[in-house]
C-alpha cells in the first residue's frame, strides 16, 4: 500500500531536549516536505526536499532541521525544542519534482513541548 | 502579499443537497489549485487539482471550478452524505512552482443526515 508514514503518532517532551520525528516514504517520490498546522493559521510548510541530499527551507524553517540521506527518509530534528513548538506536524511526499501536485500526507505528529 | 481565504464558519447542509465551498485569493498568479480533505487528526487527502487554463474539473459527485479573472475556485460536493463531512483546503501554488505551496485555512463542511 503506498503511503508515508511517520512516527511518533504522539509525542509529549521538554523545554531542550533534542528530539527527531521520522518520515518514510514507499512510492519513490523525489520530492518531500514538513508542515505543521495550527489551529487558525492552516498549514504551514516548514522544509523541502527536492533530492537526495538537496533540502530547502519553507515558510517557517527557524528552531526545526531535515536531512535527505535516503530518497524515501525524511526526519525532522528540533535541536532544543521550545513551548511555541508545540503543533500538529505533517510530512508528504510527491511524485512530481518540479512541482508540489498531488501530496501524499502521513498521519501527523502531535507533539507538546513542556 | 498573497493572501489565501477559504469561509471560516461551518457550512451546514441536509444530506442529498449540493454543498459548495469557496477559495479566493489575492496578490497570486498561481499555475494550479489544488484541493484536499481532511479528517480530524488526521493527513489532508488529495481530491482534486484544476490548472490555471482550466474552468472545470469533475471526478465523481465532486465537481471543481477555477476562475483566475475572479480569483476564486468553488468547489461542489453534490448529492452530498453526511460521510462527507470533514474540513476541506484549498492550496495555491505559483506559476513556475515554488515548491512551497500555500493552504488556506479550510472550512469544515457538516452534513446532516
Known amino acids: 500500500e503506498a503511503q508515508v508514514t511517520q512516527n511518533p503518532r504522539y509525542l509529549i517532551t521538554v523545554t531542550g531536549k533534542k528530539l527527531t520525528v521520522t518520515c518514510s516514504q514507499n512510492?519513490?517520490?523525489?520530492?518531500m516536505s514538513w508542515y505543521r498546522q495550527d489551529p487558525g493559521l492552516g498549514l504551514r510548510q516548514i522544509y523541502y526536499?527536492?533530492?537526495?541530499?538537496?533540502?530547502d527551507k519553507g515558510d517557517v524553517p527557524e528552531g526545526y532541521k531535515v536531512s535527505r540521506k535516503e530518497k524515501r527518509n525524511f526526519p525532522l530534528i528540533l535541536e532544543s525544542p521550545s513551548p511555541n513548538q508545540t503543533s500538529l506536524y505533517f510530512c508528504?511526499?510527491?511524485?512530481?519534482?518540479?512541482?508540489?501536485?498531488?501530496?501524499?500526507f502521513g498521519s501527523g505528529t502531535q507533539l507538546s513541548v513542556l | 502579499s498573497q493572501k489565501i481565504e477559504q469561509n471560516s464558519e461551518a457550512l451546514n447542509i441536509q444530506e442529498g443537497k449540493t454543498a459548495t465551498l469557496t477559495c479566493n485569493y489575492t496578490?497570486?498568479?498561481?499555475?494550479?489549485l489544488q484541493w484536499y480533505r481532511q479528517d480530524p487528526g488526521r493527513g489532508p487527502v488529495f481530491l482534486l487539482l484544476?490548472?490555471?487554463?482550466?474552468k472545470e474539473k469533475r471526478k465523481e459527485r465532486l465537481k471543481v471550478t477555477f476562475d483566475t479573472t475572479l480569483k476564486q475556485s468553488l468547489f461542489h460536493i453534490t448529492a452530498s452524505q453526511p460521510a462527507d463531512s470533514a474540513t476541506y483546503l484549498c492550496?495555491?501554488?505559483?506559476?513556475?512552482?515554488?515548491?512551497?505551496?500555500?493552504f488556506g485555512r479550510g472550512t469544515s463542511l457538516i452534513v446532516h443526515p
Open positions: 508528504a511526499s510527491s511524485l512530481s519534482v518540479w512541482t508540489t501536485e498531488k501530496l501524499f
Open positions: 512510492m519513490n517520490h523525489e520530492y
Open positions: 526536499s527536492m533530492n537526495v541530499e538537496v533540502t
Open positions: 496578490n497570486y498568479s498561481p499555475a494550479y
Open positions: 484544476i490548472r490555471e487554463n482550466e
Open positions: 492550496a495555491l501554488d505559483i506559476t513556475g512552482g515554488s515548491y512551497i505551496p500555500t
